[in-house]
């Protein structure tokens, strides 16, 4: 797949200030992120449990042994972390071979990324085998990089994801665009950063210095990427 790291080089858009762009997958460019809550709360069920709603909030977004951990603990139910990652990949897989909504604007967003050539990079803290799955409807060709949260040794909310792409592409992270949909990812990208494009998915975000708010992806597109770099400087 497209994992990878390609030759380091600065690659810069014809008159614009945006190097690259940086997008996360769940609840950005997929419609999953309550996929992953479903699933969990169908495990916990079968382990005796039920998951109180108000978690959702804390679990959204983070690695996965982050929120696995803190259900376990919440819980008190009898499974050890790494037999609760094995069930949430799984349910997850499951789901998405099912059936995988993609988010209005997503796959536009992408082909226009690709037409003028922008250096584009999925970076996500689901697994490598999450992503490799969703990549057949989102189109590999669409980035030059991806970067799965199992391939990292600190995942978002941690900046190294965003800094690990940002170093691949061969693109100053001070002038890249990252679209993502949670506060978590928010933190992450704002810690390498970047400048931040959100997209609320299940909890609301406010603005703030280097963060744009948008209701849609279907309300983004290069000129309004290219705008906010302008913006910035």
């Not at 460019?29 to 108000?54: K, M, P, R």
């Not at 919440?74 to 998405?96: H, M, S, W, Y």
């Not at 409807?137 to 970067?147: C, E, N, R």
Request: include cysteine; aromatic fraction near 6%; glycine fraction near 8%.
């Amino acid at each position: 797949m497209t994992s990878t790291v390609p030759a380091l080089g600065t690659r810069t858009a014809e008159g614009s200030a945006l190097q690259a762009v940086l997008l996360d997958m769940d609840g950005t460019l997929v419609d999953t992120e309550g996929f992953w809550w479903d699933v969990e709360v169908e495990i916990f069920a079968g382990l005796g449990h039920t998951l109180d709603d108000s978690w959702r909030h804390v679990v959204v977004g983070g690695p996965m042994t982050r929120s696995a951990g803190f259900l376990i603990e919440a819980t008190g139910a009898d499974i050890t972390l790494p037999e609760l990652t094995v069930l949430l990949n799984d349910g997850f897989e499951d789901r998405i071979g099912r059936t995988l909504p993609l988010m209005p604007g997503a796959l536009r967003l992408l082909a226009e990324l690709a037409e003028y050539e922008i250096p584009t990079a999925l970076v996500s803290a689901s697994h490598r085998r999450i992503i490799d799955r969703v990549l057949t409807s989102l189109g590999p060709q669409h980035f030059s990089l991806t970067v799965a949260g199992d391939e990292v040794a600190r995942t978002k909310p941690h900046p190294d994801p965003y800094l690990f792409a940002a170093a691949g592409l061969g693109v100053d992270p001070a002038r890249c665009a990252v679209v993502e949909d949670t506060a978590t990812g928010v933190a992450a990208a704002e810690a390498a950063g970047c400048q931040v494009v959100v997209v609320p998915s299940v909890a609301p975000i406010a603005p703030a210095a280097r963060r744009t708010v948008v209701s849609s992806l279907e309300e983004v597109d290069l000129a309004f990427l290219r705008g906010l770099m302008t913006e910035m400087r």
